[in-house]
């Protein structure tokens, strides 16, 4: 960079959404708003829920609500501000709007992988040394097992963010997305390290990312293993449901962001990648809250029940 002078970019513009037909956009807002609201308000009944029923009170169920509070604050982190640039025509987003916008998307976003890979860890316990689950999963272990993944994700989103930010933007100030996508972003650094920290910043995120995966699958080879050996299909029935919900939201995590992040480069549009960046930002964590809904009978049942305590007074 030496002989180069460039001026520090104060502000980026965020394309979006704004390549559309303007009459579409109306309707891309109501979706995406309604499943933005029906995000919160189903994270919320969750938690609400969880509080609430005493029998709930357990290691797994601490968990889930810690996973509805890192959901609500990822979305909070992104789509609000992708919803007001859908009806509004100025795009701008300050250098430290921006920095502050991929560190809690990143934040969020890690620790809710964290949690994912703590969540099998406690399927695991539970399944194949349930002699030992109070011990291993109490609940001073469970609050200090939340708290390393909320601090493992604040690292996470503090060093991807300084590596990014520590570059000099130039050139064009557009970013290429609804929100400060870094991939988006460092396609507007100068200079030789580009190369390099894109590189950089891939190696930690596929390192965490796969990381938690490997430890997820690794829980559910003993898991299942362990199910196995149980002699009634009755009883592997029972215990392999308890499963279900915790797997399914794995499977849908990692399989929308593999089909983002590591789909073959071609020539796709810029409007057909922004709408698969949505699969992920807003339709996952849209789709936690009804599965772990409609697959946990225990959960389901509770939400049921404080449903019907609220609407009784009020029907008498």
């Given at each position: 960079?030496?002989?180069?002078?460039?001026?520090?970019?104060?502000?980026?513009?965020?394309?979006?959404?704004?390549?559309?037909?303007?009459?579409?956009?109306?309707?891309?807002?109501?979706?995406?708003?309604?499943?933005?609201?029906?995000?919160?308000?189903?994270?919320?009944?969750?938690?609400?829920?969880?509080?609430?029923?005493?029998?709930?009170?357990?290691?797994?169920?601490?968990?889930?609500?810690?996973?509805?509070?890192?959901?609500?604050?990822?979305?909070?982190?992104?789509?609000?501000?992708?919803?007001?640039?859908?009806?509004?025509?100025?795009?701008?987003?300050?250098?430290?709007?921006?920095?502050?916008?991929?560190?809690f998307s990143f934040t969020f976003g890690f620790t809710h992988s964290?949690?994912?890979?703590?969540?099998?860890?406690?399927?695991?316990?539970?399944?194949?040394?349930?002699?030992?689950?109070?011990?291993?999963?109490?609940?001073?272990?469970?609050?200090?097992?939340?708290?390393?993944?909320?601090?493992?994700?604040?690292?996470?989103?503090?060093?991807?963010?300084?590596?990014?930010?520590?570059?000099?933007?130039?050139g064009s100030n557009m970013i290429r997305h609804f929100f400060c996508?870094?991939?988006?972003?460092?396609?507007?650094a100068c200079g030789n390290e580009n190369s390099s920290v894109t590189?950089?910043?891939?190696?930690?995120?596929?390192?965490?990312?796969?990381?938690?995966?490997?430890?997820?699958?690794?829980?559910?080879?003993?898991?299942?293993?362990?199910?196995?050996?149980?002699?009634?299909?009755?009883?592997?029935?029972?215990?392999?449901?308890?499963?279900?919900?915790?797997?399914?939201?794995?499977?849908?995590?990692?399989?929308?962001?593999?089909?983002?992040?590591?789909?073959?480069?071609?020539?796709?549009?810029?409007?057909?990648?922004?709408?698969?960046?949505?699969?992920?930002?807003?339709?996952?964590?849209?789709?936690?809250?009804?599965?772990?809904?409609?697959?946990?009978?225990?959960?389901?049942?509770?939400?049921?029940?404080?449903?019907?305590?609220?609407?009784?007074?009020?029907?008498?």
């Open positions: 960079m030496a002989g180069q002078n460039y001026s520090m970019m104060t502000e980026f513009i965020l394309v979006g959404f704004s390549n559309f037909p303007r009459h579409l956009l109306p309707t891309f807002f109501l979706l995406y708003l309604l499943m933005y609201l029906f995000t919160l308000l189903g994270n919320l009944l969750i938690m609400a829920t969880v509080w609430s029923e005493r029998s709930l009170h357990t290691p797994m169920y601490l968990f889930l609500c810690a996973l509805s509070t890192s959901e609500i604050l990822f979305t909070v982190a992104i789509t609000p501000r992708m919803l007001v640039d859908m009806l509004s025509t100025h795009h701008t987003i300050t250098w430290a709007a921006c920095a502050s916008q991929m560190f964290f949690l994912l890979m703590i969540m099998g860890y406690d399927r695991y316990v539970a399944i194949c040394h349930p002699l030992r689950y109070n011990v291993l999963m109490s609940n001073r272990g469970c609050a200090r097992l939340v708290s390393w993944t909320w601090a493992g994700g604040s690292i996470m989103g503090m060093m991807v963010t300084l590596i990014v930010f520590h570059l000099t933007f130039c996508h870094v991939f988006s972003l460092l396609k507007l590189l950089a910043v891939m190696l930690v995120c596929v390192s965490a990312l796969m990381g938690c995966l490997f430890l997820i699958v690794l829980s559910y080879v003993f898991i299942m293993a362990a199910i196995l050996r149980i002699p009634s299909a009755e009883g592997r029935h029972k215990t392999f449901s308890t499963c279900v919900s915790h797997l399914t939201v794995v499977i849908v995590h990692y399989g929308f962001a593999s089909i983002i992040y590591l789909k073959p480069k071609g020539p796709h549009s810029m409007d057909s990648n922004t709408l698969m960046a949505t699969t992920y930002t807003v339709f996952t964590p849209f789709l936690s809250p009804i599965i772990f809904s409609l697959r946990n009978k225990e959960l389901k049942n509770a939400i049921k029940k404080s449903i019907q305590r609220k609407l009784i007074p009020l029907s008498s």
